[in-house]
């Protein structure tokens, strides 16, 4: 190389006319669910497109300028092209949302997340957060639901990975260029560029706002890598899920306050706010500032912002949510809480932790929202247990702690080769059918030899993709051209007739990954079948900070480098959206081993399960409630309190007597046409129950109308005639508050332990009001027949009426009730706090029991 100082230049192809909205293609992130435009840049230069991570921005920037041109001319490249561009002009214009059916009418969703997975070509996502965030906004998009997108815009997402031949993984960091991001800056009304600003401990950072498209849905990204900033300001947006706390606080600074006034700047006013995760939850202090500054007191700010905020939560253990010091919470808001005009002491109970008395950012968002929500039905009754001191006298499973469980963007997941078969056997119309169950039945008639076929076609693009990885590996680690050999001998995409299990996530300890090597013995004896040999394929990351993570890779790559392993346990590096959609879509099995209940969710089973990949799990998540005894198989986790090496044999062991008793017969148990006929079954069983329910369309639908529907309502409400209602509500909950504690009950009847069926039965109860009203509570009876009822929700209620007030000033409750059951009948009476304005019965948290 010359000694001299080397100077860089980009020269850039000019796009033919004919082909002029190639560039709007490579700017609007639907090609990260359209193939068919993934398709038509490849098709100019395989070799290009794969050395740009398929990246069109970045493709039409280096393509050369003669194979535009010769496309400009290729009239079967026209025909495709013109074909792209009137799907795409028809996605875009043609309405499917339908706001009046809705209660939509003049709404907009601001969605705030901390990562956005849509495509490997734009890395600011780390792993399921920001895949289900971005299957979210695809799903909306699709709906035409109006939602914009609010996020951090970093120059270094996850990292890409390597594994060395002792398995040890190296992290890599990449800068991208930001002229191949499909990201453009947002300009005001003069074209100058968006800036907002946001207080830091003795400083202002300026923050830049870009703005990405994905069909129908902006997606507007923060970014504080300007000149303008320190160089430490500068880093706040650099790097995701780096630094320490001081780094994590500043960018969720960022975030929350930052974006809401990129919003206000832009001038977009949205009328539900939905936060995915707490890392955003600042964003309530930003608004309830901004309430008060107009003159409203701080408790009313509050309800109205928190009228119309919905909280997701994905976190299943307490550790998992974000929390920082009041120390350090009186630094960076020190000021903040003076603006709201209230002391320190009210600021940090916002967000007080009652065990750590840290600021957590869930307790900040529970606070902050009335509508909250889990991504499962079980991480939901696991979250009401997690945040039962949110509402500390209501039991966990009646506080207001909901579900919606999580689904996966069809058209983003959903393989090719499927795409055309439905095309085929269930009409065009199967794109607008996603949630019909009784659609997708039609599913058992395509021929099994038809299914098998595309099963086997997947399976074998999986190996092709497999093996030049694999190749990659080998030869960065200086293997030889025989161990190379010896990898990749069972996986012939020719013949890929082995039984082939996947296991790719992020490498947790919870996740357990290892948990089929507690006995190689007995693993032995199921792989190394000669008749029936069963190949596993593992990938995946762990946190660069997670050194037990990084132990359980060590322990994969051992086990597969055992001479008997070898070929048949592969360990595939960097594990990013693209071979997840190969791995999902291509192996015959799924397997999933978390430690009961940590798994919030989990959704990459069900992008295999939508693909017809059969999956083999423990029952949590998702699957407790996917599992239907005919689309997979299902492992019962052993009791939560069990101790983890008992739990890891008795898991472990159900593991190993499925794959032997009933994964590997059932595999190869092939019939004449080479394939078996009830492993088709379970596979069409598979998809046809999971892509009806575990699509992102229902999700975002069910989103809808149990959240920002009623949120808007119910924001609109608060908000209507000068915050009236907010002032009202709030003003009512500090009444009750300071009366509470002296509130009692006490029965004043005689109890009557047997009637005979159709006789009533006369209540009487005595209340001790302590200043509130009759009309301020709910005084009920909960009955349920002995041995039936197992939760709270199936207890039939009762509410007693009012009848006077005693000279000892309690107020009396009565209540006449037949039971309409026979059998030993139990039932409890209480009072809890109720006014027609609370969005939830049981958002005070404040109940008694007699």
């Given at each position: 190389?010359?000694?001299?100082?080397?100077?860089?230049?980009?020269?850039?192809?000019?796009?033919?006319?004919?082909?002029?909205?190639?560039?709007?293609?490579?700017?609007?992130?639907?090609?990260?669910?359209?193939?068919?435009?993934?398709?038509?840049?490849?098709?100019?230069?395989?070799?290009?497109?794969?050395?740009?991570?398929?990246?069109?921005?970045?493709?039409?920037?280096?393509?050369?300028?003669?194979?535009?041109?010769?496309?400009?001319?290729?009239?079967?490249?026209?025909?495709?092209?013109?074909?792209?561009?009137?799907?795409?002009?028809?996605?875009?214009?043609?309405?499917?949302?339908?706001?009046?059916?809705?209660?939509?009418?003049?709404?907009?969703?601001?969605?705030?997340?901390?990562?956005?997975?849509?495509?490997?070509?734009?890395?600011?996502?780390?792993?399921?957060?920001?895949?289900?965030?971005?299957?979210?906004?695809?799903?909306?998009?699709?709906?035409?639901?109006?939602?914009?997108?609010?996020?951090?815009?970093?120059?270094?997402?996850?990292?890409?990975?390597?594994?060395?031949?002792?398995?040890?993984?190296?992290?890599i960091y990449a800068d991208p260029d930001f002229e191949d991001l499909p990201v453009t800056p947002v300009l005001d009304q003069n074209g100058s560029e968006v800036r907002v600003e946001v207080q830091m401990p003795q400083r202002r950072v300026v923050i830049k706002v870009w703005r990405a498209k994905i069909g129908h849905v902006a997606l507007y990204l923060l970014d504080t890598d300007l000149p303008e900033n320190s160089e430490n300001d500068r880093y706040i947006t650099h790097q995701l899920y780096g630094g320490d706390r001081t780094m994590r606080i500043e960018q969720e600074i960022i975030l929350g306050v930052g974006g809401v006034r990129a919003l206000r700047e832009l001038g977009i006013k949205p009328t539900i706010w939905h936060i995915n995760e707490g890392h955003a939850a600042f964003m309530m202090l930003e608004r309830m500032r901004d309430l008060v500054q107009q003159g409203l007191d701080f408790p009313s700010s509050l309800e109205a912002v928190a009228a119309n905020t919905v909280f997701t939560t994905h976190t299943a253990v307490p550790a998992g949510h974000d929390h920082f010091g009041e120390e350090m919470m009186e630094r960076y808001f020190g000021e903040f809480y003076h603006e709201l005009k209230i002391g320190r002491e009210e600021f940090m109970a916002m967000g007080r932790d009652p065990e750590t008395h840290d600021f957590n950012m869930t307790d900040l968002a529970i606070r902050g929202s009335r509508y909250h929500n889990g991504v499962s039905k079980i991480h939901g009754n696991v979250s009401s247990r997690i945040c039962k001191d949110s509402w500390p006298q209501i039991e966990p499973e009646e506080n207001p702690m909901a579900y919606i469980t999580n689904g996966v963007h069809v058209p983003t997941f959903l393989a090719q080769e499927w795409s055309d078969l439905f095309d085929r056997y269930l009409g065009y119309e199967w794109r607008n059918n996603l949630c019909d169950p009784d659609f997708w039945s039609r599913i058992d008639a395509i021929p099994d030899h038809l299914f098998w076929s595309v099963r086997q076609s997947l399976k074998s693009q999986m190996l092709y993709g497999i093996r030049a990885r694999l190749a990659t590996q080998n030869t960065r680690n200086r293997g030889s051209e025989a161990h190379l050999d010896r990898l990749l001998k069972f996986s012939d995409p020719l013949n890929p007739n082995?039984?082939?299990?996947?296991?790719?996530?992020?490498?947790?300890?919870?996740?357990?990954?290892?948990?089929?090597?507690?006995?190689?013995?007995?693993?032995?004896?199921?792989?190394?079948?000669?008749?029936?040999?069963?190949?596993?394929?593992?990938?995946?990351?762990?946190?660069?900070?997670?050194?037990?993570?990084?132990?359980?890779?060590?322990?994969?790559?051992?086990?597969?480098?055992?001479?008997?392993?070898?070929?048949?346990?592969?360990?595939?590096?960097?594990?990013?959206?693209?071979?997840?959609?190969?791995?999902?879509?291509?192996?015959?099995?799924?397997?999933?081993?978390?430690?009961?209940?940590?798994?919030?969710?989990?959704?990459?089973?069900?992008?295999?399960?939508?693909?017809?990949?059969?999956?083999?799990?423990?029952?949590?998540?998702?699957?407790?409630?996917?599992?239907?005894?005919?689309?997979?198989?299902?492992?019962?986790?052993?009791?939560?309190?069990?101790?983890?090496?008992?739990?890891?044999?008795?898991?472990?062991?159900?593991?190993?007597?499925?794959?032997?008793?009933?994964?590997?017969?059932?595999?190869?148990?092939?019939?004449?046409?080479?394939?078996?006929?009830?492993?088709?079954?379970?596979?069409?069983?598979?998809?046809?129950?999971?892509?009806?329910?575990?699509?992102?369309?229902?999700?975002?639908?069910?989103?809808?109308?149990?959240?920002?529907?009623?949120?808007?309502?119910?924001?609109?409400?608060?908000?209507?005639?000068?915050?009236?209602?907010?002032?009202?509500?709030?003003?009512?909950?500090?009444?009750v508050r300071q009366a509470w504690s002296g509130v009692t009950i006490r029965r004043t009847d005689t109890p009557c332990k047997r009637i005979s069926f159709g006789n009533a039965l006369h209540f009487t109860v005595a209340v001790r009001l302590n200043g509130l009203q009759p009309d301020d509570v709910v005084v009920e009876l909960l009955i349920f027949r002995q041995l039936k009822a197992s939760t709270l929700c199936e207890f039939k209620h009762f509410p007693f009426e009012f009848t006077g007030v005693q000279e000892s000033d309690e107020h009396m409750f009565a209540l006449d009730l037949t039971p309409d059951l026979c059998g030993k009948l139990d039932y409890y009476i209480r009072i809890y706090p109720y006014q027609t304005l609370l969005t939830d019965p049981f958002e005070m948290g404040m109940m008694r029991w007699l």
């Open positions: 190389m010359p000694s001299g100082t080397a100077f860089t230049i980009s020269v850039n192809p000019k796009i033919p006319q004919r082909l002029a909205r190639l560039e709007e293609l490579a700017n609007d992130l639907w090609y990260s669910w359209d193939r068919s435009t993934r398709s038509l840049f490849s098709r100019l230069h395989p070799g290009l497109w794969g050395a740009v991570g398929h990246n069109p921005k970045a493709f039409l920037k280096r393509v050369d300028e003669s194979l535009l041109v010769k496309a400009a001319e290729d009239q079967v490249f026209l025909a495709n092209y013109n074909s792209i561009i009137s799907a795409y002009d028809s996605y875009h214009s043609e309405p499917v949302w339908s706001p009046d059916a809705m209660g939509f009418q003049h709404d907009r969703v601001a969605y705030f997340c901390f990562e956005f997975g849509f495509h490997e070509s734009f890395p600011i996502y780390s792993g399921g957060l920001g895949i289900l965030a971005g299957d979210h906004c695809k799903a909306a998009s699709d709906l035409r639901l109006p939602l914009v997108g609010v996020g951090l815009l970093y120059r270094q997402g996850y990292f890409y990975q390597t594994i060395d031949m002792e398995g040890n993984q190296n992290v082995i039984l082939t299990l996947g296991f790719a996530r992020r490498f947790a300890t919870y996740k357990r990954a290892t948990l089929l090597f507690e006995d190689l013995d007995w693993l032995r004896r199921i792989v190394l079948c000669k008749e029936r040999p069963v190949m596993i394929v593992f990938a995946g990351k762990a946190h660069p900070a997670d050194v037990p993570g990084q132990d359980l890779i060590r322990r994969v790559s051992q086990v597969a480098r055992m001479p008997e392993f070898e070929g048949l346990l592969l360990l595939v590096e960097d594990y990013d959206l693209r071979l997840a959609r190969r791995l999902v879509a291509g192996v015959d099995v799924w397997l999933n081993s978390p430690v009961y209940p940590l798994e919030a969710s989990g959704t990459s089973g069900m992008k295999a399960g939508i693909n017809g990949t059969i999956n083999l799990s423990v029952l949590d998540g998702w699957w407790g409630e996917g599992y239907n005894g005919k689309n997979g198989w299902a492992i019962k986790p052993g009791r939560e309190n069990m101790a983890a090496s008992l739990r890891d044999k008795e898991e472990s062991r159900e593991f190993y007597e499925t794959l032997e008793e009933h994964v590997v017969p059932l595999y190869y148990s092939r019939d004449k046409l080479g394939y078996s006929p009830q492993w088709v079954k379970m596979a069409k069983n598979s998809m046809m129950s999971l892509l009806p329910r575990y699509n992102a369309a229902r999700m975002v639908s069910e989103y809808a109308s149990k959240f920002y529907v009623p949120a808007s309502r119910q924001g609109a409400r608060y908000a209507d005639n000068d915050f009236n209602a907010a002032k009202k509500i709030a003003a009512w909950k500090a009444y």
